[in-house]
C-alpha cells in the first residue's frame, strides 16, 4: 500500500557531500514521521535522523552539525543532505516513513536502501 523509492546514494570521498533522497507513495493520507536509517557491515542498523509532521528533527549525534533530514510535504519526499562525509559513514542508508493510510491504518515501510561508500 505504501512504495518508497530511495536514490543518491554512491562513491565519494571523504569530505565529500552526498543528498539522498526518498519518495512515499499509495494510500497515504497523512506521513507522520520520515526518517533515515543505517546499517554499517557487521553492525546494527542506527537511526541517523528523524523529522515529524510538525518538522521537528533529531540526529544521531555522529552526524549531528554534518546531516541535515528535510521532507517536501507536497511530494511526500524526505532528503538527507550530508556534508563533511566520513569513512566511517560509509553504509547502506534505509528510508522509513510511518503513514496514515486512506483506511486509517498506521503503517510502517521501509526502503530498499542505497549504499554509500566514503573512501577515505
Known amino acids: 500500500q505504501v512504495q518508497l523509492v530511495e536514490s543518491g546514494g554512491g562513491l565519494v570521498q571523504a569530505g565529500g557531500s552526498l543528498r539522498l533522497s526518498c519518495a512515499a507513495s499509495g494510500s497515504i493520507v497523512r506521513i507522520n514521521v520520515m526518517a533515515w536509517h543505517r546499517q554499517a557491515p557487521g553492525k546494527q542498523r542506527e537511526l541517523v535522523a528523524n523529522?515529524?509532521?510538525?518538522?521537528?528533527?533529531n540526529y544521531a549525534d555522529s552526524v549531528k552539525d554534518r546531516f541535515t533530514i528535510s521532507r517536501d510535504n507536497a511530494k511526500n519526499t524526505v532528503y538527507l543532505q550530508m556534508n563533511s562525509l566520513k569513512p566511517e559513514d560509509t553504509a547502506v542508508y534505509y528510508c522509513q516513513v510511518v503513514v496514515t493510510t486512506t483506511r486509517m491504518l498506521t503503517l510502517d515501510a521501509w526502503g530498499q536502501g542505497t549504499q554509500v561508500t566514503v573512501s577515505s
Open positions: 523529522i515529524i509532521s510538525g518538522g521537528v528533527t
